[in-house]
C-alpha cells in the first residue's frame, strides 16, 4: 500500500474533495424570476377590476402575483426544454407573426421559422407563452400521474353533494302568447277556450307569434327561463300549475301566456348511476389540479423566486 502515500495520490484526493466542498459550499446560483414590474402589477388589477367590478384586496393581489410568477416560472422552464422547438402551435403562430410583419418574402416556412427563432419573436408573444405553458404542464401531470378515483370515493362524494346533485322540476307545457298589443284580448280568449273546451292545437290560432315556439317537453325552470325570462317561471310556479289543466294568465318580459300544462315531474334526489360521469370528472380535475399543484411546488426549488 506503499502508493498511497505518493505526493500525486495525496495531490488528487485533495483536488476531488475541494471539487466537492465548492460545490457544497458554493452552489451554482438558481435562476431568478421576478420580480414583476409595476406595469404587469397593475394590469392584473385592472384585469381583477375588468372581471368583478372592484379591486383586488392585498391578498387577492398576492395571490395573483404568485400564479402570475408561476407562469413566468414554467414559461422558462419551458424554454429551457426548447419545448418550441417542437410544437405545432408556436410553429403556425411564428409563421403568422412573420407574414404580418411581411417579412415573408419568397421564403419556405422553414426559412421563416428560422429567421422568427433567430429574432426571438418566441419570446414576447402572449399566445405562445400560453401554449409553453400548457404543454409543460400536460407533461409535469404525466411525469406524476393522479389515480383514478376510486368506487368509495365516488361514493363519497356524491353522498357530500347529493343535494346540490337533486334533479330539478322539469315541465311539459304548450302556451297561448299575447303581445303587449294584444293584452286587452287576454281575458276573452281565454273564457272562449274554456267554454268551447279547446285543447292547445284547436286554440294555437288564437295566439300571437312567438319566435321560441309553442311546445316545450320536459324543461327545467332554468330552460324555461331562457325562453320565457324568470318572471315567467316564478309567475307560474305560484300559480300552482297541475297536469292536465290550463294556468294562467302567466306574465313574462315579452307579455302574457295562456299555458297547458301536460306533465310535472317533481323535483327528486339523483341516483349514483345518473351523476356517476359527473363525479368522476370532477374527482379526477381536482386530483389532476393537486398533482400539477404539487409538481409546481417541486419547480419552484429549483428557482429563486422575488416577490
Not at 41 to 69: C, H, N, Y
Not at 204 to 231: C, I, M, N, V, W
Amino acid at each position: 500500500m506503499r502508493w498511497l502515500k505518493k505526493p500525486w495520490i495525496h495531490f488528487i484526493v485533495l483536488g476531488f474533495l475541494l471539487f466537492y466542498l465548492q460545490g457544497f459550499m458554493f452552489p451554482e446560483p438558481k435562476p431568478v424570476i421576478g420580480p414583476l414590474n409595476e406595469a404587469r402589477e397593475e394590469a392584473l388589477v385592472q384585469q381583477w377590476f375588468k372581471a368583478t367590478g372592484r379591486l383586488p384586496s392585498d391578498e387577492q393581489r398576492a395571490r395573483m402575483i404568485a400564479a402570475e410568477l408561476d407562469r413566468d416560472m414554467l414559461f422558462q422552464r419551458a424554454l429551457d426544454l426548447e419545448l418550441y422547438l417542437y410544437d405545432t402551435v408556436v410553429y403556425q403562430r411564428l409563421l403568422r407573426n412573420m407574414r404580418f410583419l411581411q417579412m415573408a418574402g419568397d421564403r419556405s416556412d422553414q426559412e421563416l421559422y428560422e429567421q422568427a427563432l433567430e429574432m426571438r419573436l418566441h419570446l414576447g408573444d402572449e399566445v405562445i407563452k400560453r401554449r409553453m405553458i400548457q404543454v409543460l404542464e400536460q407533461l409535469l401531470v404525466a411525469a406524476n400521474p393522479p389515480a383514478q378515483p376510486t368506487e368509495m370515493e365516488i361514493a363519497a362524494e356524491f353522498e357530500q353533494r347529493r343535494e346540490e346533485l337533486r334533479r330539478p322540476s322539469r315541465y311539459s307545457i304548450e302556451h297561448l302568447y299575447f303581445n303587449r298589443e294584444r293584452e286587452d284580448q287576454v281575458d276573452e280568449v281565454i273564457a272562449t277556450v274554456q267554454a268551447q273546451k279547446l285543447s292547445p292545437d284547436q286554440a294555437r290560432e288564437l295566439s300571437s307569434p312567438f319566435l321560441p315556439g309553442y311546445r316545450f317537453k320536459r324543461q327545467t325552470p332554468d330552460q324555461l327561463a331562457r325562453h320565457f325570462g324568470a318572471a315567467f317561471v316564478m309567475n307560474l310556479q305560484q300559480a300552482g300549475p297541475q297536469a292536465g289543466q290550463w294556468v294562467g294568465p302567466v306574465r313574462s318580459t315579452y307579455g302574457q301566456h295562456y299555458v297547458w300544462v301536460s306533465e310535472i315531474e317533481p323535483e327528486r334526489d339523483a341516483t349514483l348511476e345518473e351523476v356517476r360521469s359527473l363525479l368522476q370528472r370532477d374527482l379526477e380535475s381536482r386530483a389532476r389540479s393537486a398533482a400539477l399543484e404539487g409538481s409546481i411546488a417541486r419547480l419552484r426549488e429549483d428557482y429563486e423566486v422575488i416577490k
